[in-house]
């Protein structure tokens, strides 16, 4: 025993231990893989592609790894190749360890999308690796299929700006689109143009776009009659079997987020997103939430801004919403939403995480991560890609339409299971990304 002791202290003077223990080693030491591993990264790129920005982490291995971030975000692509000193070196499959030294240098939406999609990049890489898909990563299968619900694909002749019967016909469409979505949502919000009847906004000065980040004046009740009208339409034309959830903010003030979820309750919405606080806002609201889930049956949701698992913690502990929507482009990746949605389903919460913009490779992560999700997973938001051409980009040959029945069937390639086609791809760079696949 005092040998081994004695052991220790001369290891620990000759700056070995000791070094380490006392952080007198220099970041490069700190920053050394461990001997045995066999794969090192060497380049973060990022490209946009399709206004996505795209990250391609790249090892000296020859196995990359890929994520895509929301199409509404190329001007990420900064803040993607800002952590490429911090990843130079590191094992990749040592995804926890990666992420240690990104994480907190990430925030709330839009700038927890590059530490995001970074962790993507690495589990495909990882999943590569062991020969397995990322779900295997991930705990393994609970579901062979993942339900995904519409927020972004069009609905053909869809005008429903004014009349209930227009809102009623938007939900025969939709309820007939080729994927065969069972559950929807739609935004419920919109200001119409010029009419200051529609509530009382307290500044009528306001762009359209400021009020649909703030509107916090008190609404009419003539607004309130008009949506639950709508509502009451577009539920009729979606039709049995097939459930609406309605993103109504952010910006109302809690007395009209109850009184409006109170008046919506007879049509059962399958959830209220973001009524209060939600996309974009870089702080939670649990207490708001909270008093709003206590007065009404309506499922109350939130959380598409929201980074890193802590910022969930009191959403959850104190019971303040129903449903979740996270997201693993922006959340902190598809480890972080796992976590997260574990810790939900301790609480009795569900998940309905968010997507709409993330792209194919988007929906590759939630299918990856969805198949592994505990049993308080409702569906993710499926992203629609306007431009066919992805479809021959990559090298495996989806099912068309790949949603379903409202569902993707899980597939069992390696990693995220989705490979650039690197020949047909280099076309559609950007000018000054043209080496991104080289
Ligand atoms: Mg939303």
């Given amino acids: 025993m005092e040998s081994n002791r004695r052991d220790f202290i001369k290891t620990a003077s000759a700056g070995g231990l000791g070094a380490s223990l006392l952080g007198s080693d220099d970041d490069q030491q700190r920053a050394r893989p461990p001997q045995n591993s066999r794969i090192r990264i060497t380049d973060i790129k990022c490209a946009i ?6 990250v391609r982490v790249v ?13 509404s975000k190329p ?18 499959t ?19 999308t590059a530490v995001s999609i970074i962790e993507v990049a690495l589990w495909d890489i990882a999943g590569k690796v062991a020969g397995l898909p990322i779900y295997k990563l991930m705990g393994g299968k609970v579901r062979d299929q993942v339900r995904c619900y519409n927020g972004s694909v069009p609905v053909p002749a869809s005008t429903r700006d004014n009349t209930p019967i227009e809102f009623y016909n938007w939900g025969v469409a939709a309820r007939n689109l080729k994927e065969g979505f069972t559950i929807f949502k739609t935004a419920m919000f919109r200001p119409a143009a010029g009419a200051d009847n529609t ?27 008009q949506i639950v009208e709508r509502v009451a339409a577009l539920k009729e034309g979606l039709g049995e079997g097939r459930a609406l959830a309605l993103d109504l903010g952010p910006g109302l003030i809690l007395s009209d987020a109850i009184r409006l979820a109170n008046a919506l309750e007879p049509h059962n919405p399958i959830w209220l997103e973001d009524m209060m606080i939600g996309d974009y806002h870089p702080y939670v609201g649990a207490a708001e939430y909270r008093e709003l889930t206590r007065s009404t049956t309506c499922p109350i949701h939130t959380g598409e801004q929201i980074y890193l698992r802590q910022h969930f913690r009191e959403l959850f502990e104190k019971a303040a919403v129903r449903v979740v929507g996270p997201d693993p482009a922006d959340c902190g990746g598809i480890a972080e939403i796992k976590w997260i949605a574990e810790y939900a389903d301790l609480h009795s919460i569900l998940m309905a995480p968010h997507g709409t913009f993330n792209g194919l490779l988007g929906n590759a992560a939630q299918v990856m991560v969805g198949a592994a999700m505990p049993e308080n997973y409702i569906a993710f938001e499926y992203s629609y890609q306007r431009q066919e051409w992805w479809r021959e980009i990559i090298n495996e040959t989806l099912p068309d339409p790949l949603v379903k029945d409202g569902f993707i069937d899980v597939w069992d390639r390696p990693g995220l299971g989705i490979t650039f086609n690197t020949r047909a791809a280099r076309q559609y760079l950007e000018e000054e990304d043209k080496d991104f696949f080289d």
């Fill in 75 to 92: 001007y990420l692509k900064f803040h993607v190749l800002f952590y490429k000193d911090y990843l130079v070196g590191e094992d990749p």
């Fill in 199 to 225: 509530y009382n906004n307290t500044n009528p000065s306001q762009s359209r776009s400021q009020a649909s980040h703030s509107r916090r004046g008190a609404i009419t009740e003539y607004r309130i009659k």
């Fill in 94 to 112: 040592n995804v926890e360890r990666c992420l240690m030294k990104i994480r907190r240098a990430g925030g709330f939406k839009p700038w927890g």
């Fill in 59 to 71: 090892t000296d291995a020859g196995i990359d790894g890929y994520g895509q971030g929301e199409t």
């Fill in 49 to 54: 592609i399709a206004n996505s920005p795209v």
